[in-house]
């Protein structure tokens, strides 16, 4: 009998890594700022595991999380047009996280799922029209001969704010999405994966977001003069009373 452990372990080993180490539009890896910042980052760290660590923190706490000024263009959507701004939200910034890793030589790439019950505020639903919030971004590094997936959206301050477990990573294992508040209420799931990209697939996302969002779209998915954070203190959770 033939150990399907085994059979994966040669799949990994033979599948080709080279799309997932080279610069792409969006995950562009070879910005020479997204460099600067992965270098600085990672320092005299040799271990994979540790530097995918660490760009994860950095990534996750250092960019601010968001959704309130989301630039629905292609040049909005790249690496390093996050890393400029400082902010971004959940796909940017997996793209920036993805982009720091093939910086310093780690296959990565980025997936994508719908969830409800994400972190939001009274406003942004208003603004969106449901609690689903489709194409949600992460990223996956290929660390010790497995892909693992990390998702670095949320910041610890705004998760102070929202009253949530921030999501912590140690390379090896899946660090996905919250399922609880800090109250140990039901926070988010997944309802449906769309998969893994070796960039950003742009064209379909926008598609999705005109079908699913058209009020958001209609004002360029931008809500003047809000701040997320400062609103993250009003949030909506639909399964409070579960």
């Known amino acids: 009998m033939v150990d399907s452990t085994q059979i994966e372990n040669h799949s990994l080993s033979t599948q080709n890594l080279e799309p997932t180490l080279a610069p792409s539009f969006f995950i562009d890896s070879d910005n020479t700022a997204v460099q600067a910042f992965a270098d600085h980052v990672v320092g005299r760290s040799s271990d994979d595991i540790d530097r995918g660590v660490q760009l994860y923190y950095a990534v996750r706490d250092s960019i601010r999380y968001d959704p309130y000024d989301i630039n629905c263009t292609q040049e909005g959507f790249r690496a390093s047009a996050c890393l400029q701004r400082g902010r971004g939200f ?37 603004l969106m029209g449901t609690d689903e919030f489709i194409f949600h971004g992460y990223t996956e590094l290929f660390l010790d001969g497995r892909w693992v997936k990390a998702t670095p959206a949320f910041n610890l301050s705004l998760c102070e704010r929202f009253g949530v477990r921030p999501l912590e990573f140690n390379g090896r294992e ?69």
């Open 174 to 242: 899946d660090s996905l999405f919250h399922p609880y508040d800090a109250a140990g209420r039901r926070h988010m799931e997944y309802i449906r994966q769309r998969g893994s990209y070796d960039d950003v697939p742009f064209e379909e996302i926008m598609a999705a977001f005109r079908r699913f969002y058209p009020k958001a779209m209609e004002s360029g998915f931008r809500l003047q003069g809000a701040d997320f954070e400062r609103d993250a203190g009003q949030t909506t959770n639909s399964t409070e009373d579960e």
């Open 90 to 126: 959940c796909i940017t910034k997996a793209a920036l996280l993805a982009a720091s890793a093939r910086a310093v030589d780690i296959p990565s790439r980025v997936g994508f799922g719908d969830v409800r019950n994400h972190l939001a505020t009274p406003r942004l639903i208003e």
